[in-house]
């Protein structure tokens, strides 16, 4: 990770916020935080190839926060793809692991945007899951 980097950040902290919701250590009003970080134009593909909106999204989280005790995400390898005035193509390695015997490796891309006043927001995201 970058200091001078808003996209490395953004990874970071937003996987920060959904590591805390999903383990239960999210504070009160979390969820519209964590939510604050996606466009309202978001869209994913999942690993299984399945498509979901924001709508889709906050539901998700809605439903499973708290439910993974001992969950962590580990990020690395984060490269800009593609940068231009709005935004920028980031790739980067998620693993995720409940503490225990599930662990997963994930390669993602994501589109990032950013505005002028620096506020970056996910637009676009892909997950692939790995061998490790």
Not at 66 to 82: C, E, H, L, M
Not at 91 to 109: I, P
Request: negative net charge; glycine residues 8%; charged residues 20%.
């Amino acid at each position: 990770m970058s200091d001078a980097n808003p996209y490395f950040d953004e990874i970071q902290a937003v996987n920060a916020e959904v590591e805390a919701w999903y383990s239960g250590a999210a504070q009160a009003g979390a969820l519209d935080h964590l939510m604050a970080h996606f466009s309202p134009q978001f869209s994913m593909i999942l690993p299984n190839g399945g498509t979901l909106d924001w709508p889709t999204l906050r539901e998700i989280f809605a439903q499973h926060g708290g439910q993974r005790p001992n969950f962590k995400i580990q990020i690395t390898d984060s490269t800009i793809v593609a940068q231009y005035a709005g935004g920028a193509v980031v790739t980067y390695n998620e693993r995720q692991s409940d503490g225990e015997h599930s662990r997963n490796l994930r390669r993602s891309t994501a589109v990032l945007e950013i505005d002028a006043h620096g506020k970056v927001q996910w637009r676009h995201l892909q997950e692939t899951i790995c061998a490790e």
